[in-house]
Antibody, heavy 121, light 110 residues
Framework: EVQLVESGGGLVQPGGSLRLSCAAS????????MSWVRQAPGKGLEWVAN????????YYVDSVKGRFTISRDNAKNSLYLQMNSLRAEDTAVYYC??????????????WGQGTLVTVTS | QSVLTQPPSASGTPGQRVTISCSGR????????VNWYQQLPGMAPKLLIY???QRPSGVPDRFSGSKSGTSASLAISGLQSEDEADYYC???????????FGGGTRLTVL
């Protein structure tokens, strides 16, 4: 059974930093694209970033480029999101996903339960 | 405003068939596959339909997806009270080089 467990969320001041982690199990982690998707309170879903299985390619939504960095450690079956220069609008539940990918195909296959990040002074 | 357009709400009575639309562009739905996600109240989203019309194991065949040109639809037949949830469409956008979601449709079972 696929399991994705996020951690690292919490309360942080504007301009601060936070590092989210996602522990993966139940599948061959090193073979899958992975993503972070967020959901602001009472709002819809927003894809944040994704990373290729070998970590050689990453993509980001424009609003986090230059501030967030997605990375992975295939030896530890773990995904990370380093968030710097945090803003109030980054307040959201952050979900880790394992992804299906192919030619003209991309989808978020399995989801974690999420970790809440609150940016406030 | 989302790049993919969904109606904010939909409703139906038990047993009815409802459809939820998702309108996009040539850079996303017109070029790549569409996926649908179901988010029950207070829960994480779950993959419902992938590659336009494929159901993951465990998803009832009451749920079906279709796509034509730059639009897609999710149909739910034999509506049940447990189908009350938010539904999101999503697709890769080649102009933005990223995944995009519709704004979500809240389905109410009357």
């Amino acid at each position: 059974e696929v399991q994705l467990v996020e951690s690292g969320g919490g309360l942080v001041q504007p301009g601060g930093s936070l590092r989210l982690s996602c522990a993966a199990s139940g599948f061959i982690f090193r073979s899958y694209w992975m993503s972070w998707v967020r959901q602001a309170p009472g709002k819809g879903l927003e894809w944040v970033a994704n990373i290729k299985p070998d970590g050689s390619e990453m993509y980001y939504v424009d609003s986090v480029k230059g501030r967030f960095t997605i990375s992975r450690d295939n030896a530890k079956n773990s995904l990370y999101l380093q968030m710097n220069s945090l803003r109030a609008e980054d307040t959201a539940v952050y979900y880790c996903t394992s992804d299906g990918q192919g030619t003209d195909i991309y989808y978020f296959d399995s989801w974690g339960q999420g970790t809440l990040v609150t940016v406030t002074s | 405003q989302s790049v993919l357009t969904q109606p904010p709400s939909a409703s139906g009575t038990p047993g009815q068939r409802v459809t939820i639309s998702c309108s996009g562009r040539s850079s996303n739905i017109g070029r790549t596959s569409v996926n649908w996600y179901q988010q029950l109240p207070g829960m994480a989203p779950k993959l419902l339909i992938y590659i336009d019309n494929q159901r993951p194991s465990g998803v009832p065949d009451r749920f079906s997806g279709s796509k034509s040109g730059t639009s897609a639809s999710l149909a739910i037949s034999g509506l049940q009270s447990e189908d009350e949830a938010d539904y999101y469409c999503a697709a890769w956008d080649y102009s933005l080089s990223g995944m995009i979601f519709g704004g979500g449709t809240r389905l109410t079972v009357l």
